[in-house]
Protein backbone atom coordinates (compact mmCIF):
# COMPACT_ATOMS: atom_id res chain seq x y z
CA UNK A 1 0.00 0.00 0.00
CA UNK A 2 1.06 3.59 -0.68
CA UNK A 3 2.66 6.07 1.55
CA UNK A 4 -0.14 8.03 3.57
CA UNK A 5 -2.04 4.72 3.58
CA UNK A 6 -4.74 6.02 5.74
CA UNK A 7 -5.93 2.46 6.76
CA UNK A 8 -7.26 1.80 3.79
CA UNK A 9 -8.09 -2.29 3.34
CA UNK A 10 -5.75 -4.00 0.88
CA UNK A 11 -7.73 -5.15 -2.48
CA UNK A 12 -8.35 -8.36 -3.29
CA UNK A 13 -6.93 -8.67 -7.30
CA UNK A 14 -5.99 -11.52 -9.60
CA UNK A 15 -2.49 -10.15 -9.71
CA UNK A 16 -1.03 -10.42 -13.28
CA UNK A 17 2.32 -10.99 -11.17
CA UNK A 18 3.29 -10.48 -7.66
CA UNK A 19 3.05 -7.06 -6.65
CA UNK A 20 5.85 -7.28 -4.03
CA UNK A 21 9.33 -9.60 -5.52
CA UNK A 22 8.42 -13.01 -4.05
CA UNK A 23 10.48 -15.89 -3.88
CA UNK A 24 9.01 -19.50 -4.01
CA UNK A 25 11.12 -22.62 -3.09
CA UNK A 26 10.71 -26.00 -0.83
CA UNK A 27 13.04 -25.40 2.20
CA UNK A 28 14.12 -27.92 5.15
CA UNK A 29 14.68 -27.10 8.78
CA UNK A 30 18.31 -27.97 8.40
CA UNK A 31 18.94 -25.07 5.68
CA UNK A 32 20.44 -22.28 7.97
CA UNK A 33 21.64 -19.63 6.67
CA UNK A 34 25.47 -19.61 7.87
CA UNK A 35 25.10 -16.62 10.30
CA UNK A 36 25.44 -15.55 13.88
CA UNK A 37 21.86 -14.83 15.05
CA UNK A 38 22.84 -12.61 18.54
CA UNK A 39 25.99 -11.32 16.22
CA UNK A 40 24.04 -9.83 13.54
CA UNK A 41 20.81 -8.58 15.29
CA UNK A 42 23.07 -6.86 17.87
CA UNK A 43 25.60 -5.04 15.17
CA UNK A 44 21.87 -4.13 13.11
CA UNK A 45 21.57 -2.48 16.76
CA UNK A 46 18.45 -4.64 17.10
CA UNK A 47 17.42 -4.21 20.91
CA UNK A 48 14.21 -5.87 21.18
CA UNK A 49 12.88 -8.92 19.81
CA UNK A 50 8.62 -9.28 20.18
CA UNK A 51 6.81 -12.41 19.34
CA UNK A 52 3.09 -12.01 18.75
CA UNK A 53 0.24 -15.16 18.72
CA UNK A 54 -2.72 -14.92 16.49
CA UNK A 55 -6.35 -15.52 16.15
CA UNK A 56 -7.86 -17.48 18.99
CA UNK A 57 -5.22 -18.15 21.40
CA UNK A 58 -4.30 -15.24 23.62
CA UNK A 59 -6.47 -14.23 26.68
CA UNK A 60 -9.93 -13.11 25.64
CA UNK A 61 -10.78 -14.50 22.36
CA UNK A 62 -14.64 -13.67 22.66
CA UNK A 63 -13.98 -10.43 24.80
CA UNK A 64 -15.71 -11.69 28.07
CA UNK A 65 -12.99 -10.93 30.22
CA UNK A 66 -12.62 -7.05 28.76
CA UNK A 67 -16.61 -7.09 29.32
CA UNK A 68 -16.51 -8.15 33.17
CA UNK A 69 -13.50 -5.67 33.43
CA UNK A 70 -15.56 -2.77 32.43
CA UNK A 71 -18.60 -4.08 34.58
CA UNK A 72 -16.18 -4.07 37.45
CA UNK A 73 -14.80 -0.42 36.78
CA UNK A 74 -18.40 1.00 36.50
CA UNK A 75 -19.91 -0.13 39.72
CA UNK A 76 -20.19 3.04 41.54
CA UNK A 77 -18.07 4.10 44.84
CA UNK A 78 -20.89 3.23 47.11
CA UNK A 79 -20.58 -0.26 45.70
CA UNK A 80 -17.08 -0.67 46.09
CA UNK A 81 -16.60 -2.07 49.11
CA UNK A 82 -18.76 -5.19 47.88
CA UNK A 83 -17.20 -5.70 44.64
CA UNK A 84 -13.84 -6.21 47.04
CA UNK A 85 -15.21 -8.40 49.02
CA UNK A 86 -16.88 -10.95 45.99
CA UNK A 87 -13.28 -10.48 44.22
CA UNK A 88 -15.33 -9.39 41.63
CA UNK A 89 -12.06 -7.14 40.46
CA UNK A 90 -10.15 -10.68 39.75
CA UNK A 91 -12.97 -11.95 37.84
CA UNK A 92 -11.29 -10.64 34.43
CA UNK A 93 -7.61 -11.78 35.15
CA UNK A 94 -8.28 -15.12 36.39
CA UNK A 95 -11.03 -15.71 32.91
CA UNK A 96 -7.48 -14.37 31.01
CA UNK A 97 -5.64 -16.88 32.75
CA UNK A 98 -7.72 -19.68 32.41
CA UNK A 99 -8.51 -18.90 28.98
CA UNK A 100 -4.75 -18.61 27.84
CA UNK A 101 -3.57 -22.29 29.73
CA UNK A 102 -6.46 -24.00 27.65
CA UNK A 103 -5.74 -22.27 24.67
CA UNK A 104 -1.93 -23.10 25.11
CA UNK A 105 -3.33 -26.75 25.99
CA UNK A 106 -5.47 -27.50 23.33
CA UNK A 107 -2.70 -26.06 20.59
CA UNK A 108 0.18 -27.07 21.97
CA UNK A 109 4.05 -25.38 20.02
CA UNK A 110 1.79 -24.94 16.94
CA UNK A 111 -0.44 -22.57 18.11
CA UNK A 112 1.65 -19.81 19.46
CA UNK A 113 5.46 -18.86 20.75
CA UNK A 114 5.02 -20.11 24.20
CA UNK A 115 7.45 -19.95 26.93
CA UNK A 116 9.87 -22.82 25.89
CA UNK A 117 9.78 -20.90 22.52
CA UNK A 118 11.46 -18.17 23.59
CA UNK A 119 14.03 -20.15 25.96
CA UNK A 120 15.15 -21.50 22.61
CA UNK A 121 15.26 -17.72 21.16
CA UNK A 122 17.27 -16.86 24.09
CA UNK A 123 19.65 -19.61 23.52
CA UNK A 124 19.91 -18.81 19.99
CA UNK A 125 20.93 -15.06 20.52
CA UNK A 126 23.72 -15.82 23.04
CA UNK A 127 23.30 -12.39 24.55
CA UNK A 128 21.42 -10.43 27.12
CA UNK A 129 21.80 -7.29 25.02
CA UNK A 130 18.66 -8.11 22.91
CA UNK A 131 15.62 -8.44 25.04
CA UNK A 132 12.88 -11.37 24.06
CA UNK A 133 9.36 -11.01 25.11
CA UNK A 134 6.28 -11.89 24.26
CA UNK A 135 3.13 -9.65 23.57
CA UNK A 136 0.04 -10.90 24.31
CA UNK A 137 -3.55 -9.59 23.53
CA UNK A 138 -7.15 -10.81 23.33
CA UNK A 139 -6.53 -12.66 20.08
CA UNK A 140 -10.44 -11.72 19.17
CA UNK A 141 -10.87 -12.31 15.57
CA UNK A 142 -12.35 -9.45 14.72
CA UNK A 143 -11.90 -5.10 13.86
CA UNK A 144 -12.07 -4.39 17.84
CA UNK A 145 -9.70 -6.94 19.01
CA UNK A 146 -7.25 -6.06 16.48
CA UNK A 147 -7.12 -2.64 16.51
CA UNK A 148 -6.92 -2.99 20.42
CA UNK A 149 -3.89 -4.98 20.30
CA UNK A 150 -2.54 -2.09 17.90
CA UNK A 151 -3.20 0.40 20.12
CA UNK A 152 -1.91 -1.43 23.01
CA UNK A 153 1.40 -2.75 21.10
CA UNK A 154 2.04 0.99 20.34
CA UNK A 155 2.39 2.06 23.62
CA UNK A 156 3.98 -0.98 25.02
CA UNK A 157 6.76 0.26 22.01
CA UNK A 158 6.34 3.34 22.95
CA UNK A 159 7.05 3.09 26.58
CA UNK A 160 10.67 1.46 25.57
CA UNK A 161 14.20 3.17 26.58
CA UNK A 162 15.44 3.10 22.73
CA UNK A 163 16.82 5.55 20.62
CA UNK A 164 14.53 5.48 17.74
CA UNK A 165 16.87 6.77 14.94
CA UNK A 166 19.61 4.22 15.60
CA UNK A 167 18.05 1.59 17.60
CA UNK A 168 15.68 -1.57 15.87
CA UNK A 169 12.94 -3.58 17.04
CA UNK A 170 12.15 -6.85 15.65
CA UNK A 171 8.29 -7.69 15.88
CA UNK A 172 7.44 -11.46 14.66
CA UNK A 173 3.38 -11.78 14.33
CA UNK A 174 1.70 -14.90 13.39
CA UNK A 175 -1.34 -15.16 11.87
CA UNK A 176 -3.85 -12.23 12.22
CA UNK A 177 -0.93 -10.27 14.69
CA UNK A 178 0.33 -9.66 10.89
CA UNK A 179 -2.90 -7.41 10.75
CA UNK A 180 -2.25 -6.36 14.67
CA UNK A 181 1.20 -5.13 12.86
CA UNK A 182 -0.51 -3.54 9.79
CA UNK A 183 -2.82 -1.51 12.03
CA UNK A 184 -0.01 -0.23 13.97
CA UNK A 185 1.52 1.19 10.52
CA UNK A 186 -0.94 3.20 9.92
CA UNK A 187 -1.12 4.73 13.70
CA UNK A 188 2.86 5.35 13.42
CA UNK A 189 2.24 7.31 10.01
CA UNK A 190 0.28 9.34 12.21
CA UNK A 191 -2.21 11.21 9.54
CA UNK A 192 -3.99 13.44 11.41
CA UNK A 193 -7.05 13.06 9.91
CA UNK A 194 -7.36 8.85 9.81
CA UNK A 195 -6.36 8.94 13.18
CA UNK A 196 -8.99 10.87 14.41
CA UNK A 197 -11.26 8.86 12.44
CA UNK A 198 -9.94 5.16 14.04
CA UNK A 199 -10.15 6.62 17.65
CA UNK A 200 -13.68 8.24 16.78
CA UNK A 201 -14.42 5.04 15.54
CA UNK A 202 -13.79 3.20 18.90
CA UNK A 203 -16.15 5.37 20.45
CA UNK A 204 -16.81 4.67 24.17
CA UNK A 205 -13.93 2.54 24.15
CA UNK A 206 -11.45 5.20 22.72
CA UNK A 207 -13.07 7.25 26.25
CA UNK A 208 -13.05 4.78 28.79
CA UNK A 209 -9.98 2.13 28.43
CA UNK A 210 -6.64 3.94 29.35
CA UNK A 211 -4.29 2.44 26.65
CA UNK A 212 -6.47 4.15 24.03
CA UNK A 213 -6.67 7.50 25.72
CA UNK A 214 -2.89 7.50 26.00
CA UNK A 215 -2.13 6.17 22.70
CA UNK A 216 -4.35 9.19 21.25
CA UNK A 217 -2.31 11.56 23.57
CA UNK A 218 0.90 10.31 22.32
CA UNK A 219 -0.22 10.63 18.36
CA UNK A 220 -1.64 13.44 19.06
CA UNK A 221 1.98 15.37 20.53
CA UNK A 222 4.07 13.05 18.13
CA UNK A 223 5.41 14.78 14.30
CA UNK A 224 4.11 12.59 11.29
CA UNK A 225 5.20 9.94 11.06
CA UNK A 226 5.66 9.02 14.69
CA UNK A 227 9.70 8.35 15.30
CA UNK A 228 9.05 4.73 15.99
CA UNK A 229 8.32 3.90 12.74
CA UNK A 230 12.35 4.23 11.88
CA UNK A 231 12.90 1.24 14.01
CA UNK A 232 10.14 -0.92 13.20
CA UNK A 233 11.69 -4.35 11.45
CA UNK A 234 8.07 -6.31 10.82
CA UNK A 235 8.10 -9.94 9.75
CA UNK A 236 4.56 -11.95 9.47
CA UNK A 237 4.18 -15.79 9.56
CA UNK A 238 0.69 -17.16 7.66
CA UNK A 239 -0.58 -13.66 7.78
CA UNK A 240 -4.07 -13.74 6.15
CA UNK A 241 -4.61 -10.44 3.55
CA UNK A 242 -6.50 -8.24 5.11
CA UNK A 243 -5.38 -4.61 6.33
CA UNK A 244 -3.11 -2.25 4.02
CA UNK A 245 0.23 -1.38 5.14
CA UNK A 246 1.21 2.20 5.50
CA UNK A 247 5.01 2.60 4.14
CA UNK A 248 5.75 5.38 6.45
CA UNK A 249 5.02 3.34 9.02
CA UNK A 250 7.62 0.99 9.46
CA UNK A 251 11.45 0.45 7.91
CA UNK A 252 11.44 -3.27 6.94
CA UNK A 253 8.47 -5.53 6.08
CA UNK A 254 9.43 -9.41 5.03
CA UNK A 255 5.77 -12.28 4.64
CA UNK A 256 6.35 -15.90 5.11
CA UNK A 257 3.88 -17.96 4.51
CA UNK A 258 3.65 -21.59 4.06
CA UNK A 259 2.46 -22.56 0.55
CA UNK A 260 2.27 -25.38 -1.93
CA UNK A 261 2.46 -24.11 -5.81
CA UNK A 262 -0.44 -24.98 -8.42
CA UNK A 263 0.36 -26.24 -11.43
CA UNK A 264 0.38 -23.65 -13.88
CA UNK A 265 3.01 -20.57 -14.37
CA UNK A 266 1.29 -18.92 -11.54
CA UNK A 267 3.14 -20.27 -9.06
CA UNK A 268 2.46 -17.79 -6.23
CA UNK A 269 -1.29 -17.78 -6.36
CA UNK A 270 -2.71 -20.03 -3.72
CA UNK A 271 -5.21 -22.86 -4.30
CA UNK A 272 -8.48 -21.31 -3.55
CA UNK A 273 -9.55 -21.90 -0.03
CA UNK A 274 -13.09 -23.34 -0.85
CA UNK A 275 -14.00 -25.53 -2.72
CA UNK A 276 -11.53 -27.52 -1.06
CA UNK A 277 -11.90 -31.15 -0.48
CA UNK A 278 -11.74 -32.11 3.60
CA UNK A 279 -9.04 -34.80 3.12
CA UNK A 280 -6.65 -31.48 1.12
CA UNK A 281 -7.89 -29.21 4.17
CA UNK A 282 -6.72 -31.25 6.97
CA UNK A 283 -3.45 -32.38 5.05
CA UNK A 284 -2.83 -28.89 3.89
CA UNK A 285 -2.23 -30.46 0.21
CA UNK A 286 -2.24 -26.76 -1.32
CA UNK A 287 -0.13 -24.93 2.09
CA UNK A 288 -1.48 -22.78 4.65
CA UNK A 289 -5.55 -23.02 4.56
CA UNK A 290 -5.87 -20.72 7.21
CA UNK A 291 -3.67 -17.87 5.72
CA UNK A 292 -6.07 -18.16 2.10
CA UNK A 293 -9.06 -18.31 3.70
CA UNK A 294 -9.14 -15.70 6.49
CA UNK A 295 -9.88 -12.71 4.00
CA UNK A 296 -12.68 -9.83 4.63
CA UNK A 297 -15.94 -11.43 5.38
CA UNK A 298 -14.49 -14.57 8.04
CA UNK A 299 -14.75 -11.89 11.25
CA UNK A 300 -16.66 -12.95 13.88
CA UNK A 301 -17.91 -9.96 15.35
CA UNK A 302 -17.84 -10.08 19.42
CA UNK A 303 -20.52 -11.46 21.56
CA UNK A 304 -21.08 -8.19 23.56
CA UNK A 305 -23.53 -5.75 22.18
CA UNK A 306 -21.22 -2.50 22.99
CA UNK A 307 -18.56 -4.08 21.60
CA UNK A 308 -19.99 -5.37 18.34
CA UNK A 309 -21.00 -2.01 17.57
CA UNK A 310 -17.65 -0.58 17.66
CA UNK A 311 -16.48 -3.56 15.79
CA UNK A 312 -18.74 -2.88 12.72
CA UNK A 313 -18.04 1.23 13.57
CA UNK A 314 -14.09 0.45 13.06
CA UNK A 315 -15.27 -1.66 10.00
CA UNK A 316 -16.51 1.48 7.89
CA UNK A 317 -12.57 2.93 8.48
CA UNK A 318 -10.97 0.08 7.99
CA UNK A 319 -12.42 -1.90 5.01
CA UNK A 320 -12.42 1.21 2.74
CA UNK A 321 -10.55 0.16 -0.25
CA UNK A 322 -11.38 -3.20 -0.01
CA UNK A 323 -13.62 -4.07 -3.16
CA UNK A 324 -16.53 -5.89 -3.76
CA UNK A 325 -16.43 -8.36 -6.56
CA UNK A 326 -19.00 -8.99 -9.19
CA UNK A 327 -20.57 -12.04 -8.30
CA UNK A 328 -19.84 -14.60 -11.07
CA UNK A 329 -22.04 -17.64 -12.47
CA UNK A 330 -23.08 -20.52 -10.13
CA UNK A 331 -23.58 -23.87 -11.81
CA UNK A 332 -25.63 -24.93 -8.62
CA UNK A 333 -27.85 -21.88 -8.63
CA UNK A 334 -28.51 -21.65 -12.51
CA UNK A 335 -30.84 -24.38 -12.26
CA UNK A 336 -33.02 -22.70 -10.08
CA UNK A 337 -36.08 -20.60 -11.63
CA UNK A 338 -35.13 -16.88 -12.46
CA UNK A 339 -36.93 -15.48 -9.39
CA UNK A 340 -35.85 -18.13 -6.97
CA UNK A 341 -31.99 -17.36 -8.42
CA UNK A 342 -32.20 -14.20 -7.88
CA UNK A 343 -33.89 -14.73 -4.26
CA UNK A 344 -31.23 -16.88 -3.39
CA UNK A 345 -28.34 -14.57 -4.45
CA UNK A 346 -29.62 -11.96 -2.35
CA UNK A 347 -29.38 -14.36 0.91
CA UNK A 348 -26.35 -15.70 -0.07
CA UNK A 349 -24.91 -12.35 -1.21
CA UNK A 350 -21.98 -12.36 1.86
CA UNK A 351 -21.22 -15.95 1.27
CA UNK A 352 -20.58 -15.61 -2.22
CA UNK A 353 -18.71 -12.29 -2.21
CA UNK A 354 -16.23 -14.56 0.07
CA UNK A 355 -16.30 -16.87 -3.17
CA UNK A 356 -15.55 -14.39 -5.26
CA UNK A 357 -12.39 -12.70 -2.95
CA UNK A 358 -10.72 -16.25 -2.09
CA UNK A 359 -10.82 -16.78 -6.08
CA UNK A 360 -7.73 -14.69 -6.37
CA UNK A 361 -5.86 -16.78 -4.79
CA UNK A 362 -4.32 -13.81 -2.56
CA UNK A 363 -1.15 -15.43 -1.02
CA UNK A 364 1.23 -12.31 -1.61
CA UNK A 365 0.25 -8.90 0.39
CA UNK A 366 0.39 -5.73 -1.43
CA UNK A 367 2.99 -4.37 0.27
CA UNK A 368 6.49 -4.82 2.17
CA UNK A 369 9.95 -5.56 1.09
CA UNK A 370 9.52 -9.01 0.30
CA UNK A 371 7.20 -12.46 0.14
CA UNK A 372 8.78 -15.58 0.92
CA UNK A 373 6.21 -18.47 -0.36
CA UNK A 374 7.58 -22.05 1.12
CA UNK A 375 6.88 -25.42 1.14
CA UNK A 376 8.19 -26.86 4.49
CA UNK A 377 7.28 -30.39 3.14
CA UNK A 378 4.23 -32.43 3.15
CA UNK A 379 4.70 -33.69 6.58
CA UNK A 380 3.87 -29.77 7.93
CA UNK A 381 -0.28 -30.50 8.52
CA UNK A 382 -0.41 -29.10 12.00
CA UNK A 383 -3.58 -26.11 12.24
CA UNK A 384 -4.27 -27.01 8.79
CA UNK A 385 -1.07 -25.92 7.73
CA UNK A 386 -0.96 -23.31 9.40
CA UNK A 387 0.83 -24.23 12.67
CA UNK A 388 4.28 -24.65 11.06
CA UNK A 389 5.72 -21.35 11.69
CA UNK A 390 5.86 -21.51 15.48
CA UNK A 391 7.27 -24.79 15.67
CA UNK A 392 10.07 -24.60 17.85
CA UNK A 393 12.11 -27.38 15.12
CA UNK A 394 11.81 -24.60 12.71
CA UNK A 395 13.12 -21.89 14.85
CA UNK A 396 17.09 -21.49 13.83
CA UNK A 397 15.49 -21.71 9.81
CA UNK A 398 13.53 -18.61 10.49
CA UNK A 399 15.76 -17.21 12.66
CA UNK A 400 19.32 -17.58 10.38
CA UNK A 401 17.03 -16.94 7.47
CA UNK A 402 15.82 -13.64 8.53
CA UNK A 403 18.70 -12.05 10.09
CA UNK A 404 20.78 -12.83 7.33
CA UNK A 405 18.22 -11.00 5.30
CA UNK A 406 18.11 -8.31 7.30
CA UNK A 407 21.52 -8.24 7.22
CA UNK A 408 21.72 -7.71 3.41
CA UNK A 409 19.18 -5.28 3.11
CA UNK A 410 19.90 -3.30 5.26
CA UNK A 411 23.96 -2.97 5.31
CA UNK A 412 23.30 -2.52 1.37
Known amino acids: ???????????????????????????????????????????????????????????DPFGVAAKLDELTDSVTPMLRPLVKKMAMESWGRVLRGINQRLGDRMMGETGSFRDDYLDDARSLLKTDEIKIDRFDWSSGNDHLARADAAVRLFNRLADLPIDSTTDRLLLWGHSHAGN???????????DRESINAFFAAAGRIRAERADWKQAAERLAAAPSPHPLAKALCLVTFGTPIRYGWDRDGYSKLLHIVQHRPVSGPTDWLAKPALPQSLEDVLKAKHGDWVQSFGVAGTDLPPVDREMREAHRALGEVLEVGVNEPEIGQNSLLE??????RVRVREKLKDFLVLLERLRCGSRVPADGDAAWLFDYGAEETEKLGHGVYTKRAWLPFHATRVADWLMRTMES
Do not use: C, K
Open 1 to 59: MPRRNRFRHQPYVAWESPPIPTTVSAVQAGQLANIDVGETLRRLRVRHWFLVHGTFVGD
Open 180 to 190: VFALLTNLLAN
Open 335 to 340: HLPEAA
